[in-house]
């Protein structure tokens, strides 16, 4: 399986982005962009459910 491992925006940790997902087709067409890891990407959403279900 072909993979890219790049390093995450917010924890600095690499991480491989796997032929066949979305991630590694904007990276293969965005290579500038920066990406998160799975784990960042499912704390910051979290994190945004928390914020909009409290503000009411």
């Known amino acids: 399986m072909i993979y890219y491992e790049i390093i995450c925006r917010y924890c600095r940790q690499p991480f491989k982005l796997e032929e066949g997902t979305t991630k590694y087709m904007r990276y293969k067409q965005r290579r500038h962009e920066k990406f998160s890891c799975d784990d ?17």
Not at 40 to 56: M, N, Q, T, V
């Open 40 to 56: 960042c990407d499912r704390r910051i959403e979290d994190d945004s459910r928390k914020y909009l279900f409290d503000r009411e």
